[in-house]
């Protein structure tokens, strides 16, 4: 996974952009242009505005490219407490919560509160989405039935998500999946996410990546 990041600082909050991970969603733009503006340099300018307005904006980064530190009495980014996979049409899964990013071997590859997870297969930058969905007009259509395991509510606390060689995503931990409609598609505390892009029964896994041949690597 690749990693560059640039520091934006003011006497009030220090904001962090690590490039590879940014998709472009543009929220920190329109929400607060003032301080982000792809066409001034830099794009990023922390004393044009208050430090909790810039704050509140950080955290609605969908992939988690940017995030900040204050260096006033603010408080630090909260850890959500649900735990939850947005399921963007045609596009990455969005995940929010205390959450692990874990290479095929168990090592610890990515700790944060967000982000962006590649599903269409053909990401630089596995497991995380480099907007490669758009290049190949990748498509996962709105599920009509949907699968919730009542039995075990997505309550919070930590999640661990494997990135299996050649295979999955292995989800271990309470969340709870989303669609765009806002309908909930899984409430659990383990489930397996397609990400070759060619699973049937999308966002789920059905095995289809050891038909096509899928590599990670």
Same mark, same amino acid.
């Given at each position: 996974?690749?990693?560059?990041?640039?520091?934006?600082?003011?006497?009030?909050?220090?904001?962090?952009?690590?490039?590879? =991970?940014?998709?472009?969603?543009?929220?920190?733009?329109?929400?607060?242009?003032?301080?982000?503006?792809?066409?001034?340099?830099?794009?990023?300018?922390?004393?044009?505005?208050?430090?909790?307005?810039?704050?509140?904006?950080?955290?609605?980064?969908?992939?988690?490219?940017?995030?900040?530190?204050?260096?006033?009495?603010?408080?630090?980014?909260?850890?959500?407490?649900?735990?939850?996979?947005?399921?963007?049409?045609? /596009?990455?899964?969005?995940?929010? /919560?205390?959450?692990?990013?874990?290479?095929?071997?168990?090592?610890?590859?990515?700790?944060?509160? =967000?982000?962006?997870?590649?599903?269409?297969?053909?990401?630089?930058?596995?497991?995380?989405?480099?907007?490669?969905?758009?290049?190949?007009?990748?498509?996962?259509?709105? =599920?009509?039935?949907?699968?919730?395991?009542?039995?075990?509510?997505?309550?919070?606390?930590?999640?661990?998500?494997?990135?299996?060689?050649?295979?999955?995503?292995?989800?271990?931990?309470?969340?709870?999946?989303?669609?765009?409609?806002?309908?909930?598609?899984?409430?659990?505390?383990?489930?397996?996410?397609?990400?070759?892009?060619?699973?049937?029964?999308?966002? *789920?896994?059905?095995?289809?990546?050891?038909?096509? /041949? *899928?590599?990670?690597?």
């Amino acid at each position: 996974m690749k990693s560059r990041i640039r520091h934006y600082e003011s006497d009030s909050i220090d904001v962090s952009y690590d490039i590879p =991970r940014c998709i472009h969603a543009e929220e920190c733009i329109r929400r607060l242009s003032t301080v982000f503006d792809s066409n001034a340099r830099p794009w990023i300018r922390p004393q044009q505005d208050r430090a909790d307005r810039i704050a509140e904006t950080v955290e609605h980064c969908p992939s988690g490219a940017l995030h900040y530190v204050r260096k006033d009495d603010g408080a630090a980014e909260a850890i959500p407490e649900t735990n939850t996979i947005f399921l963007s049409d045609d /596009g990455p899964l969005y995940v929010r /919560g205390n959450l692990t990013i874990l290479n095929a071997d168990e090592s610890p590859l990515l700790e944060d509160t =967000r982000a962006s997870l590649c599903r269409c297969g053909a990401s630089q930058n596995k497991p995380l989405c480099d907007n490669s969905h758009k290049d190949i007009q990748f498509s996962a259509p709105l =599920r009509t039935e949907i699968e919730v395991d009542e039995t075990s509510p997505a309550e919070g606390g930590q999640i661990s998500i494997t990135a299996t060689q050649n295979g999955p995503l292995h989800i271990i931990g309470d969340v709870t999946i989303i669609d765009s409609q806002n309908r909930i598609v899984f409430a659990g505390n383990e489930t397996w996410l397609c990400r070759c892009g060619g699973s049937a029964n999308k966002p *789920f896994c059905d095995s289809t990546h050891k038909r096509i /041949g *899928f590599q990670t690597e």
